[in-house]
């Protein structure tokens, strides 16, 4: 046996100790429950069900833009983006395509002029958003680190090449990160938030958008929005919203009406 091997086995038991002792408190506030019984896949996330009546629900628009970019997202092919990827498996093919072609989907029934990015990473969602997107449209895509210097990226010189895809290196979750392309922002007519998952950096987006003064209410998109350090933040947004995890990330997908 290898000396990861070791610590990993260390490292289980200290966690199946941790939780066995936690139950009795947990049980306590009925959050506690029989362990579920092991599934077959690939990767799997602890998340928590909430009370839906005592939330804030979708607005009419936001039902009608979903509505129609699952339909867009049911019909469309991003073989393109099947092609980028060193192998399988080739998430934009497979059902319901990640948040890959619901991406592309809002973008064919918005028909945004400005679209934005929080979180460039590998750049795949990027190349999702510009898949469909209309000439003068734009994707501006903002990150802390280069594209170039991005692990397994898959973005290349030419996709920048007509100025449909442009990276900004702001830092959009803090307060002076907002200054230099404010007014950009406040263009925005799409915004796709895929970033840290911490339990803090998307509540400070949110705080930071709040400070934004928009043309015209956008549609922001939310990933991972299931994962145990998104729940808070996404059951805490007041705006107009709609969970469409069945079309999108299967880490959960939220869509907002920024009103």
């Given at each position: 046996?290898?000396?990861?091997?070791?610590?990993?086995?260390?490292?289980?038991?200290?966690?199946?100790?941790?939780?066995?002792?936690a139950r009795p408190r947990l049980r306590r506030f009925g959050l506690a429950a029989a362990a579920p019984p092991r599934l077959?896949?690939?990767?799997?996330?602890?998340?928590?069900?909430?009370?839906?009546?005592?939330?804030?629900?979708?607005?009419?628009?936001?039902?009608?833009?979903?509505?129609?970019?699952?339909?867009?997202?049911?019909?469309?092919?991003?073989?393109?983006?099947?092609?980028?990827?060193?192998?399988?498996?080739?998430?934009?093919?497979?059902?319901?395509?990640?948040?890959?072609?619901?991406?592309?989907?809002?973008?064919?029934t918005l028909r945004p002029a400005t679209v934005i990015e929080v979180g460039t990473a590998t750049g795949l969602s990027a190349l999702a958003l510009m898949h469909?997107?209309?000439?003068?449209?734009?994707?501006?895509?903002?990150?802390?680190?280069?594209?170039?210097?991005?692990?397994?990226?898959?973005?290349?010189?030419?996709?920048?090449?007509?100025?449909?895809?442009?990276?900004?290196?702001?830092?959009?979750?803090?307060?002076?990160?907002?200054?230099?392309?404010?007014?950009?922002?406040?263009?925005?007519?799409?915004?796709?938030?895929?970033?840290?998952?911490?339990?803090?950096?998307?509540?400070?987006?949110?705080?930071?958008?709040?400070?934004?003064?928009?043309?015209?209410?956008?549609?922001?998109?939310?990933?991972?929005?299931?994962?145990?350090?998104?729940?808070?933040?996404?059951?805490?947004?007041?705006?107009?919203?709609?969970?469409?995890?069945?079309?999108?990330?299967?880490?959960?997908?939220?869509?907002?009406?920024?009103?």
């Open positions: 046996m290898t000396g990861i091997e070791m610590d990993g086995r260390r490292i289980a038991k200290a966690v199946r100790t941790l939780e066995r002792r077959d896949a690939r990767h799997a996330e602890r998340s928590m069900l909430f009370s839906a009546d005592d939330d804030v629900g979708p607005s009419a628009r936001l039902v009608e833009v979903a509505l129609a970019a699952a339909q867009a997202a049911h019909e469309s092919s991003l073989e393109s983006l099947d092609a980028r990827l060193a192998g399988p498996p080739y998430w934009a093919s497979l059902w319901p395509g990640e948040h890959y072609r619901l991406l592309a989907g809002l973008v064919r469909d997107l209309a000439p003068p449209g734009r994707v501006v895509t903002f990150d802390v680190v280069p594209w170039q210097a991005y692990p397994g990226g898959v973005l290349r010189d030419a996709d920048f090449a007509d100025g449909r895809l442009v990276q900004q290196l702001d830092d959009l979750s803090t307060p002076g990160g907002l200054e230099r392309p404010r007014e950009l922002l406040s263009q925005a007519d799409l915004v796709f938030v895929d970033a840290a998952k911490d339990g803090h950096q998307e509540q400070r987006f949110l705080d930071n958008f709040a400070q934004i003064t928009f043309a015209a209410p956008p549609v922001m998109v939310f990933d991972d929005i299931r994962l145990w350090n998104m729940l808070k933040i996404w059951r805490g947004i007041r705006h107009p919203k709609l969970d469409l995890t069945s079309f999108g990330h299967w880490s959960g997908t939220g869509l907002i009406d920024w009103r």
